[in-house]
């Protein structure tokens, strides 16, 4: 069995759970603007990483992605189920 890096498993989080609404909410120009920019900054800083960088690394990306996803969360909410 192949193990998965970290770095792949929190793509596909990102993908999984916040990618889909980019395409939705990408011709917008208010909190949907954020959601996708945000959303753009958090892929590209997890594809330009090694695949299991230093767990201080990880950690500190971990802390980060949360805050930022309880953002887009919220605008999901307003926007889709609101």
Not at 37 to 46: A, C, E, Q, S
Not at 53 to 73: C, H, Q, S, W, Y
Request: aromatic share 12%; hydrophobic share 40%; proline share 2%.
């Amino acid at each position: 069995m192949m193990e998965t890096s970290w770095k792949a498993l929190k793509i596909a989080m990102m993908e999984e759970c916040f990618g889909k609404y980019v395409p939705v909410f990408e011709n917008y120009e208010d909190d949907r603007k954020v959601y996708c920019n945000t959303y753009r900054m958090i892929m590209d800083g997890l594809t330009s990483l090694e695949e299991n960088p230093n767990i201080f690394v990880r950690v500190a990306i971990d802390k980060k992605i949360e805050e930022e996803t309880l953002m887009m969360g919220r605008v999901i909410l307003r926007f889709i189920y609101g």
